[in-house]
């Protein structure tokens, strides 16, 4: 028995740097731009919306990509194979998977509790 | 003086039919696909999140973008593109932007009032 939700998204930009993209980001939004997560992450507060929002520096094609939040990385990555996804990457503690649809995705350990969390889903 | 916050996001799909991507992608986010709205969209059910979330059909390479929903498209459109962003096509009451990282995404008319909304920034 696991659980999942939608964690929220991340805007990968294909930047030198990440000043210009955060700040449009945070504007376009209206979220403001936390401190950065490493060299390559500026998380936007998303708190109002529950939801996670990064601007990420990349070095493929700009693009947007979602992340599912879960308590079990590996028994979630194994769901989602077997509703057609594959695993790609690891990377430190996530996973990326690309759905049949041909999208790209992360799985990544939820940061807390999912709890009683709006749109949590505990799977068999 | 008008109102804007992010609305959600749309799963385009690069696909025939939408079958296969809503079933899977309703399963991942652990979302029930709700009565398609018209031929090219399927919601998925968002609610509990406070999100628009759509599978959508499209003739061009899957990816996901996000929408700005807002109550005067005219206006926010205009904030946005004093922010960086171009005009690339008006699709009945909303308009299709291109941000300045090269992303596309919609700015939206706002399904219902955005006064007291989570997230909704009031902009002069």
Known sequence: MH???LAGFII???SAALDG???FWGAALGM???PPDGAAYVPLD???RDLVIEVQRVSHPSRVHLDIETDD???EVGRLEALGARRLEQIRSWWVMEAPTGHRFCVVRARASL???AGT???P
Do not use: F, Y
Request: with cysteine; hydrophobic share 40%; aromatic share 4%.
């Open 115 to 117: 709890e009683g969390r």
């Open 73 to 75: 990385v590996e028994a």
């Open 21 to 23: 993209p955060v700040a």
């Open 46 to 48: 998303a708190a109002a």
């Open 3 to 5: 659980q999942s939700r």
């Open 121 to 123: 889903r505990r799977w």
């Open 12 to 14: 990968d930009c294909d």
């Open 32 to 34: 403001d731009a936390r």
